[in-house]
C-alpha cells in the first residue's frame, strides 16, 4: 500500500455542534500551517521588518521547482542566499513608491509573502507574531538572468536541488500547502506579464498577490527627468478582478448509481491501462456547484445525476484549480452511458462497490507510477490518498451513504 | 415583506439516498433552463444551423443592461434585429479559418451561445434538440459603432429597453440565470481584449466563451496577400488557462457561536445604516474552502472558527464571482472580535437569534431599496431571499443546526 502523507486533522472539540456536524476532510495541498495576514502585504514597514528578521525562511522556486532536501522534503535558505538577486531591503519603497518608479525594461524577480508559522514566534509586529515565510522566484530571465544564475550555483549543494518533475506529492502535507501557495502564485504572475485589459506590462505588488497597470513609466527617462505617462488603461479606474490571481472551480465528482450500489467512474485514453477516476471538469460562469456536476457527468458520460452532496475541497496548484468535491445520485431513469456527447473520456463504467474496494486495497498508484505488484488481472488502478478521486471515492465505498451523517 | 422569485426546486425522487441527502437549496442566479452543450461550441455546422434556425432567440445586452420588458422580464428578439450587425452567417468559417483571418483593425461584437431550450425542441441537431438561445453584446464600440447603434434604435420600442442600474434581480429565476452566465461572459470578454501572455490582441472563439491569441494578422496586409506572423505568445503551446472565463471562488458564512445560540454578522460603513450581513471574502491560491472561511472570519472580525459545512453556492455575475455559502462555528475561546486585523468591516457583532428571526421578519431589503417601513427603532435590515447572505441566515435560524441532518 502507498504511504498516506500525514494529513492534518482538525483539533475535535467537544462542543454539541462539533459532533453533530461530523468531521472534516482536509484533503492534501489545503492545511497550511502558516497564517497569512493576508491584510499585511500591502504594508511595507511590516514586510522590510519580517524580511530583515533572521527567524525568516525563504523557498526558492526554479521553473515551478522547488528546491528540497531529497524528493520528499523543501530546504529554505537564508535571506542572505537570495541577496544578490532581490537586493537587501526589496520593500524599502512604499508600494506607490514602487509604481511611481516602474521601469518596463527593467525585470524583477517576484517576492512571496507566504505567511507566519505562529508556532514559533521569533518575530512580532504589532500583535502579530511568528518566523515569517516568503518565497523569490529565481527562475533566470531577462535583465535579471545573471544574478538568477547566481544565486542557483550558490544554494545547490550536497543533497539540495530543485526537485524536478512531478507534482511533489510525497511532501509532508504541510509543505505540500507552501509549495501549493508558492507554485500557484509564481505561475500566475509567470503567465500573466502584460495586462489583459490594455496589453501593457504590469507588474507584481501586495507582495506577489496583485498586478498592477502602473500609469507611468521610467523606460528610456534620463535620471531625475519626469516618467512618460502611459495609454490609458480600464483597469486602472473602477472595480476589477483583472490583475488579481485567478482560481479556477472545478467539480470533480463520485456519482452513485440511483440504489446507491454501483460507482460511475472514467478513463482518459492516456492514462495508464486500467487506471480509472472520478469525473472532474471546470464550473462555468453562471453556475451553481450542483450545475456544473450535473452537467459535467452528463456531457462526459451520458448519465443524468439528481441529488449533489458537496464533499470537501483542494487546492490544486496545476495550475490554479480549487477542486471541490461532490457526491452526486444518478436519476434512477438516467443511468445508461453514452460518450457521443464530450468525446473526453474514452470509457465510463459503473462498478460494483466490490470493485472499488478492491481497488482502493490493491491498485492505488499515482499517474506517472508504475502499476502496483497488487493489481490483480481485471482489476482497476485507482488514484492515490493524496488525490480528492480517491478520498471521494473512499467516502462512499466506506460509509459516506450510510444513514450516519457523515457531514 | 419582499417578495421571493420563484427558486427552481429539484424534482424528489423517492429513492432511500434523496431522502438521506435532504434537500438541495437552489440559489438565485443559478437553476438555469438551457442545456449549454458545451461541447458544440466549437461545432459551426451546429452554430450555423442554430443561429439560422427560426425558433432561435437573442438576448442583447449594451454596456452589459439586458434588453426588458419593463425592469422583471427579459425581451428577446429574432435572428433579424441584429443581422446588420453580425451579418447573416456569423458561424459560416470555421473556427480554425476565423482565426487564420484574424485582423487585429477590426472589432465585431462577442456573440454568445447560450444553450438549447429542451422543453420547446423547435431544432434539432444529431441527438440533441431544443430551441437555441444565443446573445450579443451591441455595446458600440471601435468599427462597429454605427451598426450597433443602427440595432438599438431598432430594438427599443413601447415597453421595451434596455435596463439599466441595479442588479436585475427581479428577473424570475430562470431568466436570472440566462442573465447571469451572458453577463459574466461579455464582462470578461470586454475585460480582456489582450493577452496577459505577450501583450497583444486576442479574439473570441467556441461561441464566447474562450479568447485566443491568433499567431497572424491581416492588419495593413493587402487583399489576397499572406497574413503577417505577430510575436511569439506563449499561451499559443501547452496547457493555459489565461484564455478561459474566470470565476472567483468566494467563501460567505454564517458563524455561530460555540454553543450555536448567536450568530456573527458585520457591516461595511457604505451600507444604509443598521444593514448587517455574513462575513465573505475571496479565496486564494493554495486554500480550501474551509480554510478560506477560516482565514476571512478571522482577518475581518478577529473570531477563531473551528468546525465549517458547506451549505450551498451561488454564481454572482458581480462580476465573477462563485459565492460558496457555509456555515462555521467559533471555537469556545474564539469569540472575542477584534477589528484591528483587516479594516474592511465599521462592526462586527454576535446577535441572538431572536434578533435576527425579527430581521429575517421585517428588516428585509436590498442594499439599494429604502429601509423597509417594517423595519424597528433598534433592529436589523438584512440582505433579501436572492442573496446567499439571507438563505445562510435563514437556514442556520430555522434549523441548521438541530439534529435532523439538512445536508
Sequence with gaps: MTSLPSLPVLADDDSMLSRKFGREVANYFSGSPLNRVSFLRGEHDFLNKAFAHPSASFLLMNGLSPLGKGRSTLAYVGRDAVLPLIGPEPFKQTEAEQIRNFNSTVDKPVILFLGLDEKNKGFSFKEHSGNPYFAVDVTPR???????????????????????????????????????QARALFDWNARNPFCGGCGQKTMSVNAGTKRVCPPTDLAGVSEGAEPTTRAECPTRAGVSNLSFPRTDPTVIMAVVSADGSKLLLGRQSRWPPSMFSTLAGFLEPGESIEEAVRREVWEESGVRVGRVVIHSSQPWPYPANLMIGAVGQALPDGEKIDLGNDPELEKAKWFTFDEVREGLR??????????????????????????????????VINGFLTLTPKI
Design 362 to 395: 490493491n491498485g492505488i498508484a499515482g499517474l506517472d507510477e508504475p502499476a502496483p505488484s497488487t493489481l490483480k488481472e481485471g482489476g482497476i488502478r485507482l488514484p492515490p490518498h493524496t488525490a480528492i478521486a480517491n478520498r471521494l471515492i473512499d467516502a
Design 142 to 180: 531577462g535583465t535579471f538572468t545573471e544574478q538568477a544564475n547566481g544565486v542557483i550555483q550558490t544554494v545547490e549543494k550536497d543533497g539540495i536541488a530543485f526537485i524536478t518533475g512531478g507534482r511533489h506529492m510525497n511532501l509532508s502535507a504541510p509543505e505540500a500547502a507552501i509549495y501549493a
